[in-house]
C-alpha cells in the first residue's frame, strides 16, 4: 500500500516535472503566436479574460461613485477629454473603426454603444490594464476629471453624432491637472537644448482657460489635434502616425519636414521626448471648419523642466482634412520664443 502511494506521488511528480520542461521549451523556441493579428487559443483567453475581469471587480469594489456623477457639468468637462484620450481606440457615435482600433488585440470596446459600471470604468482609467493598450490615465490625471471622464462615458450611449460634437465643443478641450505629482517624468534632460527646436504643443498635458468659441462644425478636427498632442506626450509614436497624413507638412525651427515618413524619421521622437518632461498651460484657442478642411490655431506656456528650465510661450497651427469621413493632419506650423 504504502509502496503504490509512493508510486503514485513520483508518477505525479515527474509528470509535473516532464510539463513544466516541456513548456519551457516550448517558451524558449518562440514558437507561440504572439503577433497582436493571432488571437490566443481559446484556453489562453479564457485565463487571461476571467483573471483581467475577477481583478478588476476586486479592486474596484471599495470605490465610492460621486453622487453628482450624472451632472451636466461633470459630462461636459469629461466630453473634451474623452475626445482627445479614449476616441481613437473607443469611438464615438457614428465615427468607422480607425486603423489603431482595429490593430489593437484584444479589441477595445465601443463605449458608445454600452453601459458600463462606472467604479470598474474608474479604476481601468486610473490604472490601465497590462500588456493590452490601455493605459493608466491616473499617472497624469487626477480624480475629479478621471470622474468627469466617467461621468461623459455613462452618457455616451445616449449621444448621436452631433450631440457628441456638440458636447465636445462646448467641452474647453484636452484639459486636467497632473494627477499624481510623484511619477516619473523622466530624466532632467532637455533634448531641445542647443538644438533650436520650437514646439508648440497640441494642448496635451494640459491645464487652464478653454479659450475663444471653436465651432461645432470644428470639433472632431479640435479632437484629432488633442489626441495627436497626448499621443506625443504618451510616447505613442504609433498614434501620431495614424493621425498624420502621409503627405503632411511640419514647419519647425525654421525647417521643413515635408512627409509624414520624414517627421517620424526626424523630429517625432524628440518631440515626444521634450513634452515627457513639460507642462504646458493652453492660453486660448480658435478653430473653424468648412467642408472637409479644417485648421486649430493654439497658443500655450510651455514650462521645460531640463538641466535649464525655462518658460515658452508658444503658438501653433494645424491645418486638417477629411477624407472618407476621418480627419487628419496635413499642415503643422510650430513656433515659441522665451516667455
Same mark, same amino acid.
Given at each position: ?6 508510486? !503514485? ?9 516532464? /510539463?513544466? &520542461?516541456?513548456? #519551457? @521549451?516550448?517558451?524558449? *523556441? =518562440? ?47 469629461g466630453a473634451g477629454n ?67 471622464? !466617467? ?9 448621436? /453624432?452631433? &450631440?457628441?460634437? #456638440? @458636447?465636445?465643443?462646448? *467641452? =474647453? ?52 489635434v488633442d489626441a495627436f ?111
Amino acid at each position: 500500500m504504502i509502496r503504490t502511494i509512493k508510486t !503514485i506521488i513520483l508518477t505525479c511528480v515527474a509528470t509535473i516535472v516532464v /510539463a513544466a &520542461a516541456g513548456l #519551457a @521549451l516550448y517558451t524558449w *523556441s =518562440g514558437a507561440y503566436g504572439i503577433g497582436a493579428d493571432q488571437p490566443h487559443t481559446r484556453v489562453v483567453t479564457a485565463f487571461v479574460a476571467t483573471a483581467r475581469d475577477r481583478a478588476v471587480r476586486a479592486h474596484a469594489a471599495g470605490i465610492e461613485v460621486p453622487t453628482d456623477l450624472a451632472s451636466e457639468a461633470r459630462i461636459r468637462q469629461g466630453a473634451g477629454n474623452y475626445a482627445a484620450m479614449c476616441a481613437t481606440c473607443h469611438l464615438s457615435p457614428g465615427a468607422k473603426s480607425s486603423e489603431l482600433s482595429r490593430g489593437l488585440y484584444p479589441a477595445p470596446p465601443r463605449l458608445d454603444r454600452m453601459k458600463v459600471d462606472p467604479a470598474v470604468a474608474f479604476w481601468v482609467a486610473k490604472h490601465g490594464i497590462k500588456a493590452s493598450g490601455m493605459p493608466a490615465w491616473g499617472r497624469s490625471m487626477g480624480d475629479e476629471y478621471l470622474w468627469n471622464m !466617467i461621468a461623459f462615458i455613462g452618457a455616451l450611449p445616449d449621444l448621436d /453624432a452631433d &450631440a457628441y460634437r #456638440a @458636447l465636445v465643443a462646448q *467641452s =474647453g478641450g484636452h484639459s486636467h491637472d497632473d494627477g499624481n505629482d510623484d511619477h516619473d517624468h523622466g530624466d532632467d534632460t532637455d533634448p531641445h537644448e542647443g538644438t533650436g527646436h520650437e514646439h508648440g504643443a497640441a494642448d496635451a498635458g494640459t491645464s487652464g482657460a478653454a479659450g475663444p468659441p471653436v465651432d461645432a462644425g470644428a470639433a472632431p478636427a479640435v479632437a484629432v489635434v488633442d489626441a495627436f498632442g497626448a499621443a506625443l506626450v504618451a510616447g505613442d509614436l504609433a498614434t501620431v502616425k495614424d493621425l498624420l497624413d502621409p503627405a503632411v507638412v511640419v514647419l519647425e525651427g525654421g525647417g521643413a519636414e515635408r512627409s509624414r515618413d520624414e517627421y517620424m524619421d526626424h523630429h517625432a521622437g524628440a518631440d515626444a521626448a521634450f513634452l515627457k518632461g513639460a507642462h504646458v498651460t493652453r492660453t486660448s484657442r480658435t478653430a473653424r471648419a468648412s467642408g472637409d478642411l479644417a485648421w486649430v490655431a493654439t497658443e500655450s506656456t510651455i514650462h521645460t523642466h531640463g538641466a535649464r528650465p525655462a518658460t515658452l510661450a508658444s503658438s501653433e497651427t494645424m491645418t486638417l482634412a477629411r477624407h472618407d469621413g476621418v480627419w487628419r493632419i496635413v499642415h503643422i506650423h510650430w513656433s515659441s520664443q522665451p516667455g
